[in-house]
């Protein structure tokens, strides 16, 4: 079952009430990258590519067609008990972008980062919501206690 949007916002904690959604909470912009060296994945492990880290002009972002690594200004903590899923919000699509994102685990906690697809140039203003997370059930053994546990805090 899926978890109303109240039960994440308690879960995640400090939030904007505006960021609060019936079925999940809003995350906002935080940064955005450009990746500039190659990464490596490999079956013991992986390397995140260096990248540079963008300016925005009085707080917008104006981004050409491209891929760009974007970082959420919230921090994100996913109880036990639980799954997360990150959407795109929908206005990214109808502006031809979009959002591509992963599992987040039971245990995870921090400031995560996604693809952000821009297949016409847009403006993205710097704290804008841009994704909708939702939590829902789930059984697991153990929690993250990945690399990227703590990230960006
Ligand atoms: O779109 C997403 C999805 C997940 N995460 C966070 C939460 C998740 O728990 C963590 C690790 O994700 P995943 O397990 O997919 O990463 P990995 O590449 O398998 O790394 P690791 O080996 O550290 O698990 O990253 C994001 O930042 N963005």
């Known amino acids: ?9 308690d879960s995640l904690g400090d939030l904007r ?3 609060v959604q019936p079925n999940g909470v809003d995350l906002t912009l935080g940064a955005i990258y450009e990746q500039s060296e190659p990464g490596r994945i490999e ?20 981004l ?13 903590v996913i109880p036990d008990g639980h799954i997360g899923f990150l959407l795109p919000r929908s206005s990214l699509l109808r ?3 979009m959002l591509d994102t992963a599992v987040w685990d039971a245990g995870y ?7 952000l ?7 993205l203003e710097q704290g804008a919501r841009i994704a909708q997370l939702v939590l829902a059930d789930a059984a697991h053994e153990g ?3 990945g690399s990227y546990q703590g990230e960006n805090l």
């Open 1 to 9: 079952m899926f978890k109303s949007g109240r039960f994440v916002a």
């Open 17 to 19: 009430e505006s960021q």
């Open 43 to 62: 079956r013991g492990g992986k390397t995140v590519g260096d990248r540079r880290e963008l300016e925005p002009s009085d707080g917008i972002y104006q």
């Open 64 to 76: 050409d067609r491209g891929g760009y690594i974007v970082e959420y200004a919230d921090r994100v």
């Open 95 to 97: 502006n031809s972008c």
């Open 109 to 115: 906690e921090g400031r995560g980062e996604g693809l």
């Open 117 to 123: 697809e821009v297949h016409h140039p847009i403006e």
């Open 143 to 145: 929690t993250y206690e």
